[in-house]
């Protein structure tokens, strides 16, 4: 680590010991600051706010893990470098298209973008192996994962436009290895009727500022109907 980050941990220690209210915080109770803190951050990106803001709200999600790191490390169970280790060894193993498996580089990259998807998959894939013989971690889960199921190890609490999007992508992978019937299939045709369901709007959008207004004008005539949108949309998910 840095003088910087070890000074930043050690900070943080202090705090746990000698402030009240930081020594009360427990991984549960800083969910709600991950959360705000992040979504800060996406704002942040989306608004182009100047690099010195960028900064500041990369410090405040930092604080997050750095805090974690720490309660964990109270527990006996890890410490901020142990993450640090964790995510070096992972992002070797994932990214084999990259790295040898000693972390040194590979003679030659990957040309395509479809090469790289197909070599995560592959390192992901025998992850999961390993792991059914309890010989390794599974960790997060892939962007790009290739599971039994296109909801396997996305996070449950994904907003339900996210969730659905990559729930689909998924889908649209695993058809294409598999050679199985596209999961959103049935998305589409349930979808036909949209169109008509708030006036004004078409689905004809060729645009992200179309497709905003086209969801805009979905989720205005869900509400004039009494349906909750972001409830529909995670159980349409829950049926791929």
């Given amino acids: 680590m840095s003088a910087a980050v070890d000074r930043l941990v050690e900070v943080i220690r202090l705090l746990r010991e000698h402030c009240l209210w930081t020594a009360a915080l427990t991984h549960a109770s800083l969910v709600t600051y991950l959360v705000e803190e992040s979504y ?4 942040a990106i989306e608004d182009g706010h100047p690099e010195e803001d960028l900064k500041g709200e990369l410090a405040d999600v930092l604080l997050q893990v750095v805090l974690h790191a720490e309660i964990a490390r109270e527990r006996g169970a890890f410490d901020l470098d142990a993450v640090a280790e964790a995510l070096t060894e992972k992002m070797v193993r994932r990214n084999r298209h990259v790295f040898t498996p000693d972390g040194g580089l590979q003679p030659s990259f990957p040309a395509t973008v479809e090469e790289i998807i197909a070599s995560w998959d592959e390192a992901k894939r025998a992850e999961k192996a ?11 889960a892939s962007p790009h994962l290739v599971g039994p199921t296109a909801l396997e190890g996305l996070p449950r609490h994904l907003p339900a436009l996210a969730l659905a ?5 998924r889908a649209e992978r695993r058809r294409a290895l598999d050679g199985v019937t596209s999961a959103s299939e049935g998305v ?7 169109t008509s369901a708030s006036e004004g709007v078409t689905s004809a959008f060729g645009t992200e500022e179309e497709l905003g207004d086209f969801l805009l ?3 205005q005539a869900a509400r004039a ?3 909750d949108s972001e409830r529909a949309l995670r159980t349409a998910v829950g049926r791929l």
């Fill in 225 to 227: 109907r009494g349906l």
């Fill in 130 to 140: 390993a792991l059914a013989e309890g010989t390794a971690d599974d960790g997060d």
């Fill in 217 to 219: 004008g979905v989720v």
């Fill in 165 to 169: 999007d990559k729930a689909l992508g």
């Fill in 40 to 43: 800060e951050l996406v704002e």
């Fill in 188 to 194: 589409t045709s349930a979808s036909e009727g949209v």
